[in-house]
């Protein structure tokens, strides 16, 4: 078997050589996507910022090897195999495009885009040059969410019936908190949901395999000035929290809560899932148990490789009793990702499809929002 992959455009990469990646932003998430490329043995060769300067001074915050002027110059670079983008929402289907008419692999945050149109064309514009292009809906690669995903497959649950979940932060709980995602131009037309509420409802469809088919929603947007904001132009349009009610394919009901200003709550997603036969429930803030519910003996499952099925062990990096998070789901999203590059085909890999999924959803729970009334979730 030959040591080489090709490329999309036809360059090939020797397969032993590590992949040359390439990151666009750099805040937090481009901090996060570079440890996850580096536990992935993969070489971080250049990153672009929102300026010459930034992009140097990230280039040696995060240990890559140069900082480029533009994504143009760092596109032009035939080190670069593979482009993590980082960068405040509005700018991505831009950059996505360039990246892929450039003929490299691509990570893009989600959303992928800021509208249906932009994302479904990013998904045909990769499936038409044979990319791997992936979203990261990282809480899919916490073992325990495996977990509850292959026994609701095995049938254990019986009938779905109900759904209940929430994703509550307080990093946005005073008016004095302020970030760029409050800004709908530069966040889009929502902000809560969009951005985390989204990773809930990922995960709901990936765990149950069952697609929300009609929601309605009620949001708020509590503080209508964020930060030193005093004129009319910087009035706070996105939404703080917002409460849906979803129907399924199966015909499960469901309710779920978002809130950026939920006092205590750091990263706290939570999802229930009541099936006919057991419950399971998951907690993102004590990601190593479930929840498993029956009429009598219900149980806490640990995260112990030796108890679970084989694709939640195999994201288990170390022992039982030595705890896992965050990072290290996004450490195995990566993995997966660059497996795929290689030509595997890694089972519930969230790829671009999965973040145009995610914008019609986002879509219709707005228009309920906006409307007061049921919307239907476009198919797809």
């Given at each position: 078997m030959s040591s080489e992959v090709p490329a999309a455009d036809g360059r090939r990469a020797d397969a032993r050589t590590p992949l040359g990646v390439g990151i666009v932003g750099g805040g937090f998430m481009a901090a996060v996507h570079s440890r996850a490329a580096r536990a992935s043995r993969a070489r971080l060769a250049g990153i672009v910022a929102s300026s010459p300067e930034r992009s140097r001074q990230a280039a040696d915050e995060l240990g890559v090897e140069r900082g480029f002027d533009s994504l143009d110059a760092m596109l032009a670079d035939d080190a670069i195999d593979v482009v993590h983008v980082c960068t405040p929402n509005a700018l991505h289907a831009e950059q996505a495009e360039a990246i892929i008419a450039s003929g490299r692999h691509i990570v893009c945050e989600k959303p992928l885009a800021t509208n249906v149109t932009d994302a479904a064309r990013l998904v045909a514009a990769a499936a038409?040059?044979?990319?791997t292009a992936t979203v990261p809906f990282v809480y899919r690669f916490h073992p325990l969410v495996r977990e509850a995903r292959a026994r609701v497959r095995a049938g254990e649950f019986g009938r779905l019936l109900t759904i209940h979940g929430?994703?509550?932060?307080?990093?946005?709980?005073?008016?004095?908190?302020?970030?760029?995602?409050?800004?709908?131009?530069?966040?889009?037309?929502?902000?809560?949901?969009?951005?985390?509420?989204?990773?809930?409802?990922?995960?709901?469809?990936?765990?149950?395999?069952?697609r929300v088919t009609r929601v309605a929603a009620t949001r708020r947007t509590f503080f209508d000035e964020r930060g030193a904001a005093t004129d009319a132009s910087r009035r706070v349009t996105t939404e703080d929290a917002i409460a849906i009610t979803l129907e399924t394919a199966g015909g499960a009901l469901g309710t779920l809560l978002v809130s950026q200003v939920a006092a205590g709550r750091k990263n706290r997603l939570h999802l229930e899932i009541g099936g006919a036969e057991e419950s399971i429930a998951f907690d993102g803030e004590q990601p190593e148990t479930i929840w498993l519910g029956r009429r009598a003996g219900s149980q806490v499952i640990p995260r112990d490789a030796d108890?679970?099925?084989?694709?939640?062990?195999?994201?288990?990096?170390?022992?039982?009793?030595?705890?896992?998070?965050?990072q290290d789901a996004f450490n195995g999203f990566v993995a997966d990702t660059y497996d795929a590059i290689g030509g595997a085909a890694p089972d519930g890999l969230p790829r671009f499809e999965d973040g145009l999924r995610a914008a019609r959803i986002t879509d219709a729970v707005m228009d309920a929002a906006d409307a007061g009334q049921w919307v239907t979730v476009e198919a797809g």
């Open positions: 038409s040059a044979s990319l929430s994703y509550l932060q307080d990093w946005l709980l005073s008016a004095s908190d302020d970030n760029w995602r409050v800004d709908a131009e530069r966040g889009g037309r929502s902000r809560a949901f969009a951005d985390i509420g989204s990773h809930l409802v990922d995960l709901t469809e990936f765990v149950t395999g069952d108890q679970l099925h084989p694709d939640a062990a195999r994201l288990c990096r170390v022992p039982a009793g030595h705890p896992q998070g965050y």
